[in-house]
C-alpha cells in the first residue's frame, strides 16, 4: 500500500511549482508512475493538467495513499476526511508537532490511525521512494536508479536532498526510501521489520537520531541482521548534536555508549558519514561477503597502496604478507621495479591484461585471499589524453572517439570478466579510483555489472564494513550450528 | 630553477605519446610553458616538432632544468654529462634504486651532485609542478588551477596520479607540486624549509612515509608553521603499511607515535586521508583564520545539521548554544517550524534573502560567532527542474536557460557579498553542499570567489583543520608575547 500504491491523492498541491505538493506530483508525472494521481484542492479544477477534487470523498475511488502537505491546523481534520474516505495509508509530511512541543495532534493521529485502520507515516516527514512502483514522493527531482538497497531515515533532509544526489553518483540501486518523521504512528521498528521481509531489499541503511522501543529495536535488528546486512548512522552524539536532534524531529537521542553497543550485538554496522554509509550498502548490493579478513591489494601506486593497507589493517582488516610461492608467481607478471608482497604494487605498468585479468585471477584464486582490492581503475579518460598526440592510422581506425570507443570496450569486457571470476570464487573485488561515474564511462560500467569503485581511501571504508558484517554473520551461523550439535 | 626555470632539457621521450618522457613534453607544450625545451635522444631528430639533440652537451645552453626516464643503467653515467653541460638541476623520475636494494648509485648521485654543484630531485619521483612558470612535468595531461597551495610528498603516485583530478574538483590553487622520490640528495626537509620562505605558497601539504631527519624536521617545521599552515598525511602506519613503504620508496617508515607527537609539536595538522588534506588545504588557502573555536551552523536540514555539529563538536570544535537575545532576533527571520538554538536550522524555507544574506550577516558579527558553516548551499541545478514545470511570462523572460542564468547571476551575487562579509568580520564562512564543482556552476563560483564549499560531512573535518591550526597559532603568539613582556 505505501510501496506498490495503485492510487495516489495529494494534499497541498497547487500550479505552482515550487511548492512541496506541486514537487510530487511533477515527480510522479515525470518518474512514470503507472497508477491515478489525485490532487486534492479547495479552488483549483486542474492541476498540472490533472483533474483536482475539493475534497477526498469527491475521489472516484478508495485511494491506496494520501499524501499531505497542509497547514498544521488542517492535519487532524484531513486524517479524519481520509478516514471515512476509505484511504489507505497517509504520509504527513507537514511539520510544527511533537519538535516543536505540539503533542497533542499526534495523540489525535493514533486515535484515528485505529478508529479508521489507516496507516500514518509522520508527521515531519519527506515523502518516499519505491522504485518498483516507480513513486518518487519527495521534493529531489531525480529518477534513482533501480536496486536492492533500502533506506530507512529519521532526519527527512538526509533521505531527500542529501540521499538522492550522492547516491547517483555512486550508481547505488534503490528499492525503498521511508522518512518516519515523528513516529506519531509508525517508528523505524516497525519499517525495519518490514523491510527484514521484503524480497526487493538486500541490504538496509538506517539514518538513526534516537530508538523509542530499546528491546524491540534489539530483537527485530537482530532477526533482520542475520538476513541481511544493516548499516546505520547515528546522529545527534554531542550535546550540540543532541540538542539539534531535539528540536529537530523531537526525538530524544539515547546515549551514544548504549547505541553503538546495541548495533554491535545485533550485528548492525555502524559507520561515521554518508558516504560511509552509501558506499558499505554499494558494496553489500553487489559483492559477495568475504570467507575471510585476509585482504589483497593490487596498486599501481605505492603511496595509495600503502594508505589502503594502513586504513584496513587499522580496522581489524588483515593485509598478510604473501607466501613466497605466490610471489615468485606473480613476480613474473610484474616489472623489476614492482613489489609482490601485498600490497601487489605494479608500479607504473600499462599492461592490462596483467592488471585487470592475470594478476587478479592469481590472486583471488589463493586461499591466501579472502577478497581484493584493487587501486588503479583509471578507464580511458586520461587515455583520450594520450590519443590528441598520437598519429592515427587512417585504414584501421579513423577518429580519436572511435579508437576511445575501441579501448573502453575492451576495459569494461576485463571487468565483466572480473565480475564472473568475483561470483565463481565466491570472493569480492572492490576497485579504487580517483574519476567518479558522472565524468568516466568506465566506472558507470563497473558499477552498474557489479565491481563497486569508490573514490580513493573511501574504498577502504566500505570493505571494513563487508568485513566486519561478514565476521559476525560467520559468528552467529558457528553458534547456530554449534547449538544443533549440542 | 626548479620552480621557474628557463630551460628544460628531457631524457626519455620519443614520439610515441605512451612513453613518460613523451607525456611530460606534451605536457609542458599544451601547458604554454614558455622557455626553452631540448628533448635528449640518441636517434631522433624531432620530437613533437621540436629539435632533438644526440646528448646533452649538444644543446646550445647550459640548461636549467634536466628530466630524466632512462633505464637505471644510464642514470648516474647522463648525471655526470649534465654536470658537464652545466646544467643547474636534475629530476630523476627513473625507478630501480635504495627502494630495490641498489643503493650505490645514490651514493654517486650524491657524490655527482657536490662535484658539479647540481641539485637532484629523486631518484624514482613522479616529476613537478610549478604553475606560475606553467610547468607540469608530471603525466597527469591536466592544466592544475593556479593558485598559492604547494605540495610536498613521498609518494609519486599521490602527488601525480591521485592529486591532481581531485585538486580539480575542489577547486584547489596551486603553486607548486613536489615529489621527493628516493631523496637520494635533496629531502622533504629541504623543499619544507623552501615552502615556508616561497612568497607564492600561503599553506603547504605533506604526504610523509618517513622522515630521515628528524631534529631537523622539527626545526623547520616549528619555523615553518609560525609563518604558515602545514596538513599532513602519513602513509604506512600499520605492519603492512609499513612493509608497503619499505618496498615502495625505501624509506623506514617511523614510529607513527612518534610521528603524530611531533606534528602536535610543531603546529603541523595531522588528517588521515587525501580528501580531508586538500579539503584543509582550501581552506587554509581561502578564508581567515578563526579567532576561536565557537562556529555556528546554519542549515536547511536539521539531520545533516545535527551530524556537521556531532562531528564538530565530537573534535574540539565549539557549537555554543546562542544567547537569548540573538534567539530572538534570528526567530523574527524564520518559520515558525525551525530552530534558533545553534545548529540554526531554516527548515524548508527558500527565501533566499534570509539564507544567504541576512542570517549569515546577523551570525558573523555576533561575537558569540568565531565562524560560520552553512549546509544547503543548493545552486541553481534543481531549480532547472522546477522551471520545467513553470509557466513563462514570455514578455519577461523568453527561455528556461535566460531564467536559470538569471537567477545563477542573483545568487552568486550573495556569495560575493558573504566573502566580502567574511574578510570585514576576519571570520571564515564554509559551505557544504550534495554537489560538485563540475556540475554545478554555482558550486564553482563560490570555490573561485573564497567561499570553500564540501560535499556534505567532509565540511566539518576542514574545520577541525581550520581550528586546530587557529588554536595552536594564538598559543604560540601568546608565549610570545608573554616572553616579551617578562
Known amino acids: 500500500m505505501f510501496y506498490n500504491p495503485k ?16 514537487m510530487i506530483i511533477a515527480n510522479l508525472i515525470s518518474g512514470n508512475y503507472e497508477g491515478n494521481i489525485y490532487p486534492v484542492h479547495p479552488k483549483e479544477k486542474k492541476i498540472f493538467g490533472l483533474q483536482a477534487y475539493e475534497r477526498i ?19 487532524v481534520e484531513k486524517i479524519e476526511e481520509c478516514g471515512i474516505a476509505k484511504a489507505k495509508g497517509i504520509i504527513i509530511v507537514t511539520a510544527g508537532f511533537k519538535e516543536v512541543g505540539n503533542e497533542k495532534p499526534e495523540e489525535e493521529m493514533r486515535r484515528l490511525s485505529k478508529k479508521y485502520g489507516i496507516k500514518i507515516i509522520g508527521p515531519n516527514c519527506i515523502g518516499e521512494v519505491s522504485t518498483s512502483s516507480n513513486v518518487n514522493m519527495t521534493p529531489m527531482m531525480v529518477k534513482p536508479i533501480p536496486g536492492n538497497v533500502s533506506l530507512i531515515s529519521q532526519s527527512g533532509s538526509y533521505a531527500a536532498h542529501v540521499l538522492l544526489p550522492i547516491i547517483q553518483k555512486i550508481g547505488l540501486g534503490i528499492s ?150 605466490l610471489q615468485k608467481r606473480l613476480s613474473d607478471l610484474l616489472p623489476p621495479t614492482a613489489s609482490p608482497k601485498n600490497p601487489v604494487d605494479l608500479t607504473f605498468d600499462p599492461v592490462w591484461d596483467n592488471f585487470y585479468s592475470k594478476i587478479p585471477k592469481m590472486l583471488l584464486s589463493s586461499p591466501e585471499c579472502d577478497g581484493l582490492l584493487i587501486y588503479g581503475f583509471w578507464g580511458t579518460k586520461l587515455m583520450d589524453e594520450f590519443f590528441k598526440y598520437m598519429p592515427l592510422d587512417q585504414n584501421a581506425i579513423d577518429s580519436r572517439e572511435q579508437m576511445l570507443e575501441f579501448y573502453l570496450k575492451m576495459v569494461n569486457s576485463y571487468i565483466k570478466k572480473m565480475v564472473r571470476m568475483s561470483r565463481k570464487y565466491n570472493k569480492p573485488i572492490i576497485g579504487s579510483s580517483v574519476f567518479f561515474r558522472d565524468e568516466e564511462p568506465f566506472i558507470e560500467y563497473c558499477q552498474d555489472v557489479g565491481l563497486p569503485v569508490f573514490l580513493l581511501e573511501e574504498a577502504a571504508d566500505a570493505i571494513v564494513s563487508l568485513v566486519k558484517y561478514a565476521e559476525w554473520k560467520r559468528e552467529m551461523d558457528g553458534n547456530h550450528k554449534n547449538k544443533l550439535f549440542s
Open 176 to 325: 525503498k526510501i521511508i522518512s518516519v518523521g515523528n513516529e506519531a504512528c509508525m517508528d523505524l521498528v516497525d519499517f525495519l521489520e518490514y523491510l527484514g521481509d521484503d524480497e526487493e531489499t538486500k541490504a538496509i541503511g538506517l539514518y538513526i537520531e534516537g530508538i523509542k522501543r530499546g528491546k524491540k529495536f534489539l530483537e527485530v535488528a537482530r532477526k533482520v541482521s542475520l538476513k541481511k546486512p544493516i548499516v546505520a548512522i547515528k546522529i545527534g552524539q554531542t550535546e550540540a548534536g543532541i540538542r539539534s536532534a531535539m528540536s529537530h524531529t523531537g526525538s530524544m537521542a539515547n546515549n551514544e555508549g548504549i547505541i553503538s553497543g546495541a548495533f554491535r550485538q545485533t550485528g548492525v554496522i555502524q559507520v561515521e558519514t554518508s558516504i560511509q554509509m552509501l558506499n558499505a550498502l554499494k558494496c553489500f548490493s553487489d559483492v559477495p561477503l568475504p570467507p575471510g579478513k585476509n585482504f589483497i591489494i593490487e596498486t599501481v601506486g605505492g603511496g595509495p597502496g600503502t594508505k589502503l593497507a594502513d586504513l584496513l589493517e587499522g580496522n581489524g582488516v588483515n593485509i598478510p604478507l604473501l607466501s613466497e610461492s
Open 57 to 75: 470523498g469527491d475521489v472516484p475511488e478508495p485511494v491506496d495513499l494520501v499524501l499531505m502537505v497542509l497547514p498544521t491546523r488542517l492535519v
Open 7 to 22: 492510487s495516489i491523492a495529494v494534499y497541498g498541491a497547487s500550479n505552482n511549482p515550487q511548492r512541496f505538493g506541486s
